[in-house]
């Protein structure tokens, strides 16, 4: 009877693991168990702050939204309440980017909102 090994299942699993700890420093990227570790990690890392990007931009229309607003004299919860009480429906992040980029037709929706 042949003997069977598991070297090319081992090899296979070691080179994913060395493929995703690629551009890490030292021995994270050349010791196989600190590797295993490292690319677990930054998973964990990967997974939560794929969820914390979503609140991160949020907030970051949010405080552009409200510098906008200010300079139109009102507030942002002013201008939100404004804007549901005229059934006036434009999300954040367009919100947002017609603060940045179009400040003459922000200035039209927040006029809109006052009403």
């Given at each position: 009877?042949?003997r069977?090994?598991?070297?090319?299942a081992?090899?296979?699993?070691k080179?994913k693991?060395?493929s995703?700890?690629?551009?890490?420093?030292?021995?994270?990227?050349?010791?196989?168990?600190?590797?295993?570790?490292?690319?677990?990690?930054?998973?964990?890392?990967a997974?939560?702050?794929?969820?914390?990007?979503?609140?991160?931009?949020?907030?970051?229309?949010?405080?552009?939204i409200?510098?906008?607003?200010?300079?139109?004299?009102?507030s942002?919860?002013?201008?939100?309440?404004?804007m549901?009480?005229?059934?006036?429906?434009?999300?954040?992040?367009?919100?947002?980017?017609?603060?940045a980029?179009?400040?003459?037709?922000?200035?039209?929706?927040?006029?809109a909102?006052k009403?």
């Amino acid at each position: 009877m042949s003997r069977v090994t598991s070297a090319v299942a081992t090899r296979q699993r070691k080179k994913k693991i060395f493929s995703k700890a690629k551009g890490f420093w030292g021995g994270r990227s050349k010791l196989y168990r600190i590797a295993k570790e490292a690319v677990m990690r930054a998973g964990q890392f990967a997974y939560r702050d794929r969820r914390a990007k979503k609140r991160d931009f949020r907030r970051l229309w949010i405080v552009r939204i409200n510098a906008a607003c200010r300079l139109n004299g009102i507030s942002y919860n002013g201008f939100i309440n404004g804007m549901k009480r005229n059934s006036i429906v434009i999300d954040r992040k367009m919100l947002a980017e017609l603060a940045a980029r179009d400040p003459e037709v922000f200035a039209k929706v927040v006029e809109a909102a006052k009403q």
